[in-house]
């Protein structure tokens, strides 16, 4: 097997007529990573799939595989193999010829195909499989079977479109460690499309998010869920109570932002650092596990009142749904389940508290209407 290859996006704009699918978009990913693109529906990131593997030509900026511009290489001469939502595996095919179809067409001999794919069925783990067909095999197996018949082709860098996203929760959180598994026993260089947070998050070791053709902000997951570097990033990965209102004072690393719920200190986000200033319209966003009940008496820039409007129960999760005020923000706490009985009645007003080290602070901008 190949070792991976690095790719490199260089100013890169793609359109369509009028329409800007994707805007200067620039970022390098390593060779042997798992690089994922993560956003909403019609932000551009199949788009850029597409243009790296060569489906799609820039409107500008440049595609470099390798350290080598793509420009002018077709699909079929790029060292990339690209797995489609659908698998668009071989029905009446045997599973073992599915995966050994590209050597067919380069004319490798049936012993050989037979030798190879087998061994590409040990590597996924579905060994003495190969004289099945493929609706014989389960969701989760096809899309190992997808994956081998990608590698067969001994690409460099392996292309995913979503490939997930048709199989059910369990099976699609269980092909999460399989798939990233695979990608490290390989060792190939895995770009992957998905809008699925959980999926980035978990496989990934960075992240590009994406809003409307511009990347937001690429790190690893940690730095994408912890310190945001937009307010679309803190509202779209993972769930945010969103609090808006100005800049009242500076202290540090720290903001207090003056809101509907009343004066919130919270820490400045990395990427608004020097540039998030006094009177600024603002942003504080804090994650329902980073709420709790107050202990009696507490007050300051750390809490908040709310009025409880409905709980869930979850099993590990009490989720508690609350309002700022009277028909306010609507703000939801997450706490553990440590076998308490639930903590509130529907009405009843709260007072939480937070850290606000795990509070974070950015200017004003655009959310994710995603819920």
Not at 286 to 312: F, K, Q, Y
Not at 351 to 367: C, F, R
Request: glycine fraction near 10%; hydrophobic fraction near 40%; proline fraction near 4%.
């Amino acid at each position: 097997m190949k070792s991976g290859v690095g790719v490199e996006l260089e100013h890169l704009w793609i359109r369509f007529g009028d329409f800007v699918a994707v805007r200067d978009a620039s970022v390098k990913i390593e060779e042997g990573e798992f690089f994922s693109f993560l956003g909403p529906s019609g932000c551009g990131k199949t788009t850029i799939l597409r243009t790296v593997s060569g489906f799609q030509d820039p409107s500008e900026g440049r595609v470099l595989i390798g350290g080598r511009d793509m420009a002018g290489t077709g699909p079929n001469k790029r060292p990339t193999a690209l797995i489609f939502q659908n698998l668009a595996l071989f029905p009446l095919m045997k599973v073992w010829e599915n995966i050994a179809f590209s050597l067919e067409v380069r004319g490798v001999s049936k012993a050989g195909r037979r030798k190879r794919a087998d061994e590409l069925l040990d590597l996924i783990a579905l060994p003495d499989q190969g004289d099945k067909l493929v609706d014989e095999l389960s969701g989760g197996q096809r899309q190992r079977v997808a994956v081998a018949r990608a590698l067969a082709a001994e690409p460099q860098v392996l292309l995913l479109d979503e490939p997930l996203s048709a199989l059910d929760l369990k099976l699609r959180q269980h092909m999460r460690t399989e798939l990233r598994a695979i990608q490290q026993r390989v060792g190939l260089t895995f770009i992957y499309i998905t809008h699925d947070q959980g999926e980035a998050l978990t496989m990934s070791d960075h992240v590009a998010v994406m809003r409307e053709g511009v990347i937001e902000q690429v790190g690893d997951g940690k730095e994408i869920y912890d310190d945001p570097a937009t307010s679309f990033v803190a509202s779209f990965v993972g769930e945010n109570n969103a609090f808006s209102g100005r800049v009242t004072s500076l202290n540090g690393s720290h903001a207090v932002v003056d809101t509907e719920v009343g004066a919130l200190r919270a820490r400045i986000a990395t990427a608004a650092r020097g540039t998030l200033q006094q009177d600024d319209n603002a942003m504080v966003f804090i994650r329902p596990e980073s709420l709790d009940v107050a202990a009696d008496g507490a007050a300051g820039d750390h809490t908040l009142s709310a009025r409880v409007v409905n709980e869930e129960f979850e099993g590990q999760s009490y989720h508690v749904f609350m309002e700022a005020g009277d028909g306010g923000s609507p703000i939801k706490m997450s706490l553990t389940n440590r076998g308490q009985a639930h903590i509130s009645s529907i009405g009843g007003a709260l007072t939480l508290a937070y850290d606000p080290d795990q509070a974070v602070a950015l200017p004003q901008g655009a959310l994710s209407d995603q819920e």
